[in-house]
């Protein structure tokens, strides 16, 4: 009786769904809320496709064409569609139907586009999950060339453009990565080429590839394929990085084969990690590259062309304004003004917080000291709420690339560092200048001339176009003095420069509320929670439960204070891990790995005493050493919570109990092994605690 009932809803589906597509064809809302459905036969999903397409009802690109098939590579077309069909599971009766058709595709494409065909192109592949819905040639014609214009970035080949953008989009995200990679010598084109010029199809099953696509469509976003990419590379990292004494051949393989091992119930968890990396991503990146895509043949612009020579991720400065005055959530940038003091002096973006890139060379100790206090006033900024404040680095030159020489320097030395969120406002202080005297002028945005003054407090001039002055009547008001006041802490040169800039910060602030990163879910309800790459804990693909895990299953968490981060590192007790270990009060010893906010883990100890826990977190450059990460009574402890999906991932809350009820005051998360059996002996710690507690 059951089967019936599903079997009948079924049937009135597939006729609501086949109505709806059939009456709809322009009404892309529609599209992409069908698109979300999952599981649905091959017609269907080609009428689906051709609609996020653009291509349903479209004649037949294929009827000017006689159909003879006469290049010079013609011999490598025939085998190259062969092999194409042998790597899918079609009958004998289908294969040849099928090898004609791939051949005519190919073969036309070349023609009206005049390629020469050369086997290592990897656009073909394309052809093999469209091959699954039983199109007409002509259907299948205008899908394939559709994802070819809307999907494949130009000059997708060794050494093109989209592949410096993509090493400057994983250097953002994953600069540590991104450095062993260009150790080994080992470039994105070497193992992503194909990835990106057949949108995963060459190494995925096409049953996972037609999952993929369904979601590629719903989003309608080119720029989707860095992000699969930079996905696919964190959760390989751990093997990456372990490959230390390999081969940059072998490297290149495992690299290669990476999406092979994608299921298809991996793909929904796979586009939300990648919307969450596009959230923490300027937009610049896309804006100064949108001609990477489409049919317009107009020329790329020579100052747009050379991405290979960036030091880091270009940002505009139309971005940086907007992203700070708008207070919204994403990307907010800490900007450093890295020109020397009296070109900064004269005139800065008031939010800018100044590093004189001249004293790297000059006076190192100096220099030190002030990398330091800029990342410290950047801690604090954060946790205050001021309108300065930004996760993201933005360094900013004068524009002029003589002048900004020492600048590179110091973008060098942070990216040595692994600093990530480091970027470079394009076009420098000029570039500023400019876009305030166009906003001026056009009237837009009066109160853009604020966004400059002088470390006296007075604004900077700004000249148009045709040499006059435009300045603002009076003095801007809020900003500004808290760029001044830590400019002044700099020059200062007092030991008390850090604490100095940090009590300005904090009394010029402004509260903002804090920045939450919330996944758009399809048609169903998720509360807000932060979304990391901790979520996929580092699992293989094949034979799990889906490792892109967002955790939809569980109560989520909504106190995400992070004790752990309360101090910096220089600042926290140094211990020998053993010795603690060995220390007779030490009851249990757990291994874990400590989960940040960001998602990156440490390696770290949970040491259980009488009355407290302590996490130990092992220094990497000081084996055997740890840091004193927390200290927390075990009386504290208010809630113990697991993932359902990731049992393993424990959350602890610790807090007090009051009037108003339950204050939480601190969250930590650890990555442990056996979960169930440590969290067992820390609750029974706990209640031996309270038993105490109660009967003094």
């Not at 709809?24 to 091959?42: F, K, L, T």
Request: with cysteine; aromatic share 8%; proline share 4%.
């Amino acid at each position: 009786m059951a089967d019936a009932v599903e079997e009948a809803l079924q049937g009135d589906w597939d006729q609501d769904l086949a109505e709806a597509l059939d009456s709809g064809g322009s009404d892309m809302e529609m599209e992409r809320g069908i698109i979300q459905v999952q599981e649905q036969s091959a017609q269907h999903r080609a009428k689906m496709w051709k609609i996020a397409l653009n291509v349903s009802g479209k004649g037949d690109s294929l009827s000017p064409w006689d159909g003879v098939l006469d290049l010079p590579e013609q011999t490598l077309i025939h085998n190259r569609s062969q092999q194409l069909i042998d790597q899918l599971e079609v009958s004998e009766e289908e294969r040849s139907d099928m090898v004609s058709d791939v051949e005519s595709v190919i073969t036309f494409y070349c023609k009206s586009r005049n390629i020469s065909f050369t086997p290592e192109l990897s656009w073909p592949h394309l052809l093999k999950p469209l091959l699954g819905l039983q199109l007409p040639r002509s259907d299948l014609y205008n899908c394939f060339y559709a994802f070819m214009n809307k999907y494949i970035p130009r000059e997708c080949v060794p050494k093109g453009r989209p592949f410096h953008l993509y090493r400057l989009l994983l250097q953002y995200h994953e600069p540590e990565l991104c450095s062993f990679l260009d150790t080994k010598k080992i470039t994105p084109d070497s193992y992503a080429i194909d990835w990106m010029g057949s949108l995963f199809s060459s190494h995925c099953l096409p049953d996972v590839t037609q999952a993929l696509w369904d979601f590629y469509l719903q989003q309608a976003d080119p720029f989707l394929i860095f992000f699969l990419m930079l996905i696919i590379l964190v959760n390989a990292k751990e093997g990456i990085l372990s490959q230390e004494g390999e081969s940059r051949e072998d490297i290149i393989k495992t690299l290669e084969s990476s999406p092979s091992l994608l299921e298809a119930e991996d793909i929904e968890d796979l586009i939300s990690l990648a919307q969450y990396y596009q959230s923490k991503t300027p937009l610049s990146l896309r804006k100064m590259n949108q001609n990477l895509f489409g049919s317009s043949l107009v020329a790329l612009k020579e100052e747009d062309t050379d991405l290979s020579q960036a030091l880091c991720l270009p940002v505009s400065v139309p971005e940086i304004l907007q992203a700070n005055q708008l207070q919204q959530d994403g990307v907010r940038f800490f900007v450093v003004d890295c020109r020397p003091a009296e070109q900064y002096n004269s005139g800065h973006l008031s939010t800018a917080f100044h590093l004189d890139s001249d004293l790297m060379l000059q006076n190192p100790s100096e220099f030190a000291l002030s990398v330091k206090s800029l990342l410290e006033a950047q801690k604090q900024s954060l946790e205050s709420g001021s309108i300065a404040s930004g996760e993201h680095l933005c360094f900013m030159g004068s524009g002029r690339e003589e002048e900004d020489m020492y600048m590179n320097m110091v973008l060098a030395h942070f990216l040595q560092k692994n600093k990530e969120y480091v970027s470079i406002a394009k076009g420098g202080f000029m570039a500023l200048q400019k876009h305030l005297v166009d906003m001026n002028v056009e009237g837009l945005d009066s109160s853009y001339v604020h966004w400059i003054v002088s470390t006296s407090g007075s604004h900077s001039s700004l000249s148009s176009a045709d040499g006059e002055s435009l300045s603002s009547p009076g003095d801007s008001k809020g900003v500004k003095s808290l760029v001044n006041k830590m400019t002044f802490a700099l020059k200062s040169k007092s030991v008390n420069v850090k604490e100095k800039m940090i009590s300005f910060i904090e009394n010029t602030s402004t509260p903002v509320e804090r920045m939450s990163f919330n996944l758009p879910w399809p048609e169903k309800v998720t509360p807000d929670r932060h979304v990391s790459s901790s979520d996929r804990v580092g699992k293989p693909y094949r034979g799990v439960k889906p490792v892109f895990s967002i955790g939809d299953e569980e109560e989520y968490d909504t106190d995400e204070i992070d004790s752990s981060s309360m101090s910096d590192d220089d600042r926290k007790e140094i211990v020998n891990i053993q010795t603690w270990i060995n220390k007779p009060d030490v009851k249990h010893h757990i291994p874990c790995n400590e989960v940040k906010e960001t998602g990156h883990m440490f390696p770290s100890h949970l040491l259980i005493t009488a009355t407290h826990m302590y996490c130990l977190r092992e220094i990497a450059s000081r084996k055997g050493f740890a840091y004193i990460q927390s200290r927390q009574a075990l009386n504290s402890v208010v809630k113990i919570t697991s993932k359902k999906k990731h049992p393993e991932l424990i959350t602890f809350k610790f807090g007090t109990n009051n009037s108003a009820g339950v204050e939480i005051s601190a969250v930590e998360r650890y990555l442990i092994p056996n979960a169930g059996d440590a969290t067992k002996v820390i609750k029974q710690q706990i209640m031996k605690v309270l038993d105490a507690l109660e009967s003094s």
